[in-house]
């Protein structure tokens, strides 16, 4: 079985010779004149930040067996590495570069969703007396403020993990994990007990929730990559007093100090306040950046996302909420196709107003270049590697978090004669770390779902995507369809594109069978249509 269709894209070696960035000729003078002039804005990069160049092995080399490391450099690491790049559809980027490949096919969309869009307002006019529904609009917009200043001081407690993180290098290593994983539920926890607690509508409750988990992510990353750093320094100090193998400390010391600032001299407010800001879910303690911010790409994006919102609200109210208003009456099977096409438009509308306007605009403000926020999710053969390419950052954080420490723990010898033992023995590393890693993702997605609604779903959500790991073995055992390309991708399209909807209605039946106040009932759908996202 060819594990490299559901291993997470990791490198799992590090660039050779010939790739180093060191052996590269930089930009001449008169490249970056070239560049300024015909309005370029290419990656420019300190001396100190140079060193982060690295080829991209992540598309090759998916499982191969790792040479062992040092213990202390072995926990919860694996080579993921940062480098320009734009996202490949990113229009308002290759515009500034002078491209227009997709000038007219962006146009063509836009227009076409425009008009589109247009004539529902007008038979909304014709039939109420108005042109855009306001119920909606009532519930998103309440309690802006309580909102505001609670997701303002969610964001600012983060900020315990620097001295959390300078505490730890005194304290004895045996308790650090259990430091870090008692601060990390503590803080997981007062959040959703303070979100519970506020009486928000559903879109604030959806809103924090997403970016409650969001924020948590880095502050697992934080705190678990310093701890690393930390044991790798205190491994140099004591192969130093010992006078170890020269080759090994040198080997810590490039860990310690990947770019140009070293362990610990990283652990400052400053340095965490731009992770925070960055689009990155996995922290390093330096990103490559642009030469300067371009406020003018700043503008366009921000624009976007107000345009975009716009055409997602038009969408959800006149489209998607008639239907499920009607569900108790027409039938889940009746509601669902009629939300096919709405809710395939949504999840278009929630990625670009995501990745390519949110995304981009603060990666732009922060001058951060790697910008590979996504890869061709439209051309995937299955939920594995759609799970890949769709969403880069949370695919890195479950590589190099969940993924790779599963998949370096697993051949662990154990004693012969227990079940574990056998079961490992039995299941191969990358089919371990595979489910390992598919079920956490299906327990964030279900808490989501469940502290956003306030109601528990009978897990529907969680055993639908676990459900994905037979199909993927089994869909890779299978030799006339595994080598059927098209007919992969056109199976998964119509899996997702029929689904979605399908549980979206399971969701939200009860309670649309219970009330018709929009208020209370839409708490459910919105939370089944952002977990579908994460």
Known sequence: MDLKMFAPQVASQPPSSRDSPRLRPQHSRSELELSQASGVLAPVFTPSLHRSLRKDHEDTHLCRE???????????????????????LDYTELMYQGSDRIRGLVTCFWTIVGAYLL???????QQSGQFMASGLASVIFSRAADLLFSDLALVLSTAFVVPLVLWLRVVDPQYGAAVRAVAEITWLAFWYGWQGSRGWPW???CFFALHTVVNWMKVHSYLSTNRRLARALRTVNQLKKDRGDSREIDKLEAELCPYGTRFPNNVTLSNYAMFQLSPALVYEMEYPRTARIRWG?????????????????????????????RMPDTGVGIATLHLMGPMATCWLLFFFITFDSIANGFAELTRFADRRFYDDWWNARGLDEFSRKWNRPVHMFLARHVYMPVREAWPHPMPASSVWARLRRSVPPGVAAMAATFFFSSVLHELTIVVACHRWNHAVFFFSQMMQIPLIICSEKLPWFRNQQALRNWAFWLAMVSFQPFLLCLYTYPAFAKSTSLSVVSSAMAAAVNATNI
């Open 66 to 88: 790792k040479s062992p490391e040092p213990a202390a450099t072995k926990e919860e690491h694996s080579p993921i590495f940062f480098r320009p790049r734009t996202s490949i």
């Open 119 to 125: 004539s529902l307002l007008f038979s909304h006019y």
């Open 297 to 325: 790409y700043v503008a366009e994006k921000l624009a976007g996302t107000a345009g975009i919102f716009v055409v997602f609200y038009i969408v959800v109210a006149h489209l998607v909420i008639p239907h499920l208003e």
């Open 203 to 205: 879109a604030q409750r």
